[in-house]
């Protein structure tokens, strides 16, 4: 069975620090990995996706992800943080044949002036 | 790129009665569509995988002739709350997923919050 952990429910950075958010995953079977990220009472948007391409996945808004099998994680980072990062960020897996996606349990980012 | 809209945005009810919540994907046809449950604070729960022309698959725990799905073509699935109960109040996310393509990713609806009185 799949599954999706991210570590720290909660993560706080100054504007213009480093984003990290932790991501690791359990998966019989070469995954597919994506983050989204979700302002207060909207739906999900995708960041960026790993689809067994390159291992380091550049996504929108300066996020980037880097995929690491031996590890099994997916950490999402942003070399400098921006007021309106500030948002819930949801890692997920999706098992090659496509028919679900896992979520993680989200992580909010606050991000202080 | 891909919209997914979903009608209605917030929706207040009372207790006993029915509540329709529609998905449209907008500009792409839409073989599967999902529907998630989002209680504050928390992660999204796959209530159930709606497949264009036949009968929705429903997560373990989701009761079917509750929560009733309906997809009727490539474009739109719906889902009914019905008898809806206040334990049933909540944030509801539909996504879709376009037929071609490799990477299995969703598009997701901005949600709608039901409120149950």
């Known amino acids: 069975a799949q599954s999706v952990t991210q570590l720290g429910s909660h993560v706080s950075v100054s504007e213009g620090a480093l984003v990290l958010l932790r991501c690791n995953y359990s998966s019989s079977v070469p995954p597919y990995l994506f983050w989204y990220v979700q302002y207060p009472n909207q739906g999900l948007q995708l960041l960026l996706k790993y689809t067994s391409a390159a291992t380091l996945v550049k996504g929108i808004n300066g996020f980037e992800a880097e995929f690491k099998k031996s590890e099994t994680s997916f950490h999402l980072t942003k070399p400098s943080a921006h007021m309106s990062d500030a948002a819930e960020y949801f890692c997920a897996v999706t098992d090659t044949g496509g028919f679900k996606t896992i979520f993680g349990a989200g992580t909010r980012l606050f991000v202080k002036a | ?117």
């Open chain 2, 1 to 117: 790129g891909a919209v997914v809209s979903q009608h209605p945005s917030r929706v207040i009810c009372k207790s006993g009665t029915s509540v329709k919540i529609e998905c449209r994907s907008l500009d792409f046809q839409a073989t599967t569509m999902f529907w998630y449950r989002q209680f504050p604070k928390q992660s999204l729960m796959l209530m159930a995988t709606s497949n264009e022309g036949s009968k929705a698959t429903y997560e373990q725990g989701v009761e079917k002739d509750k929560f009733l799905i309906n997809h009727a073509s490539l474009t739109l699935s719906t889902l009914t709350v019905t008898s809806a109960h206040p334990e049933d109040s909540s944030f509801y996310i539909c996504s879709a997923r376009p037929p071609s393509g490799s990477s299995y990713e969703q598009y997701f609806g901005p949600g709608t919050r039901l409120t149950v009185t």
